[in-house]
């Protein structure tokens, strides 16, 4: 018999399975002799009061032995099959591969960047020398953004697909269990890159094709039909189905399908700072101790205020993380942020941004807001003064309209210089910033300080354009054949909901 209950843990209890066992027969009303077995469902912190506890969904196997579940999925050999063109080698378009082979399809992976190995010396480039290899960099390249930033696999899209099949996908490619059960799971960027690779060769195996360093330089479109891409400017690749996922930096994918007179819209985005923080503040306020102990992981938050009609949001927190250099063209200052997975770095950093509405940047240009948001991008490379130096402020500087005359040391490699961001930053941006940090400083004891930098700019929250698709059938209305998919397209936020985009759209094909 197997029952399925809630438990609390203090957390030096977490990994002692007799407490768990036994808990689990005093909540059952057992003896502790017929709990033969457990197996945690969920785990959660709950540190609302000042005991910090953990929250367990487990289920107990009471006069019978545990039973393992066995993830296992069925990649039949496509290599002569039908094949279907996925432009971009991020989530969405791993995970539209994989379902294409389940399905019985050939997928083909056109990919602009490198695989993750080379891309780690263009990324060591970055950092070192403040140089963007314009087709690999964080944003560009085999697993996409995600890989080298931070591997986070939070998400609210339950309605969306199946995200336990994610899930159990990443952990039969290398990713730990425990991303089964945590209520945040996160594989963290060193260790993502060998699941990506993994990936690929389970693609690979099954007859697929991953193709990198190969750019889409056009899109073949008869009569309403796809009909092929260009690659290069130069190679010709024919098929009836793209799944179009190339994530939300393909700037020239956006002009290529406006030079096209293919459909695409202006779409509200959100812009800002990447705020940093000694994590030891956070750790102190989120579990109201003055060190955190050693059975905790590093803290995390979630911030966001009202200010008149706008939004002020944190995003992609990354407790002990490290702030990266996003950029992916040249003379442009876009910061992210990701960190290990063991989320041991001194500093706590979270994108903290403001809502942009299409009434902000007026006109019809369906690509407004994507021009409005370069235009930031420029002036914050300005105003470091090159090699990737990014601008940045104290936070109470920032508020109180006071340039810094010094910077706290934090974890931007390239580097930081006092700045007034003012000068950056929209006014409706700065404005709606300076209401809202002294607001998360009373949610948060110590976050308002001047021991915080805010880093310009986190600008790449979301596609600043969408490129629209049927509800039913996920293709264009223009083009037949032709998949927008996840965050390029404007349909997903995040790793998990990008790939689970990227099942529908492979699913979509099938069923057509």
């Known amino acids: 018999m197997q029952k399925t209950i809630e438990i609390t843990l203090l957390p030096h209890q977490l990994e002692q399975s007799e407490i768990i066992k036994q808990k689990l027969a005093e909540a059952l009303n057992l003896a502790f002799e017929r709990i033969n077995a457990f197996e945690i469902l969920k785990r959660s912190i709950d540190a609302r009061s000042k005991t910090v506890i953990y929250r367990l969904q487990v289920n107990a196997f009471i006069d019978e032995d545990i039973i393992p579940q066995i993830f296992n999925v069925n990649y039949p050999n496509v290599a002569d099959a039908k094949p279907v063109l996925i432009i971009g080698a991020g989530p969405a378009g791993l995970f539209a591969a994989l379902q294409c082979i389940e399905n019985g399809m050939k997928?083909?992976?056109?990919?602009?960047?490198?695989?993750?190995?080379?891309r780690r010396r263009d990324l060591a480039a970055i950092n070192k020398e403040g140089v963007v290899n314009t087709e690999s960099n964080y944003c560009y390249g085999e697993g996409g953004a995600g890989t080298y930033s931070d591997g986070k696999l939070y998400t609210r899209s339950n309605k969306r697909g199946d995200i336990?099949?994610?899930?159990?996908?990443?952990?039969?490619?290398?990713?730990?269990?425990?991303?089964?059960?945590?209520a945040r799971p996160h594989i963290?960027?060193?260790k993502l890159p060998g699941i990506i690779s993994a990936i690929r060769e389970t693609i690979l195996n099954a007859g697929g094709e991953v193709l990198f360093d190969s750019q889409m330089t056009d899109l073949i479109v008869d009569f309403g039909q796809v009909k092929s891409i260009e690659v290069n400017f130069q190679d010709k690749y024919l098929a009836e189905n793209i799944i179009l996922a190339t994530g939300h930096s393909a700037r020239d994918v956006y002009e290529l399908l406006s030079r096209k007179n293919i459909l695409i819209e202006a779409k509200p985005f959100a812009l800002g700072v990447r705020i940093e923080h000694p994590q030891s503040i956070i750790d102190s306020a989120q579990y109201h101790a003055e060190e955190r102990s050693e059975f905790l992981p590093p803290a995390y938050y979630s911030l966001v205020e009202q200010v008149g009609?706008?939004?002020v949001f944190s995003f992609c927190m990354c407790p002990g993380g490290i702030i990266a250099p996003c950029a992916t063209g040249q003379n442009e200052i876009v910061v992210n942020g990701w960190s290990p997975s063991k989320r041991n770095n001194p500093f706590a950093n979270s994108g903290t941004v403001v809502q942009v509405t299409l009434d902000d940047v007026l006109g019809y240009d369906p690509l407004r807001m994507l021009n409005f948001q370069s235009q930031i991008e420029q002036l914050a490379f300005n105003a470091g003064g090159g090699n990737l130096v990014a601008p940045a402020q104290r936070m109470v500087d920032f508020v109180n309209n006071k340039l810094s005359l010094d910077l706290p040391k934090n974890s931007y490699l390239p580097g930081t210089k006092s700045s007034m961001l003012d000068n950056i930053l929209p006014n409706f941006v700065s404005d709606s910033l300076k209401v809202a940090l002294p607001l998360f400083g009373k949610k948060i004891k110590g976050y308002y300080t001047n021991e915080a930098i805010l880093v310009g700019v986190e600008s790449r929250t979301s596609s600043p354009v969408r490129i629209p698709r049927d509800k039913e059938t996920l293709q264009h209305p223009q083009v037949l054949g032709l998949y927008p998919c996840a965050e390029g397209a404007g349909y997903a936020g995040g790793i998990i909901s990008a790939a689970i985009d990227g099942i529908n759209c492979a699913n979509a094909i099938l069923n057509k």
């Open 107 to 118: 997928p083909i992976i056109i990919e602009r960047g490198k695989d993750v190995k080379q």
């Open 309 to 311: 009609s706008r939004g």
């Open 164 to 182: 336990n099949k994610v899930l159990n996908v990443f952990v039969s490619h290398g990713a730990e269990n425990d991303i089964l059960i945590d």
């Open 188 to 190: 963290g960027t060193n």
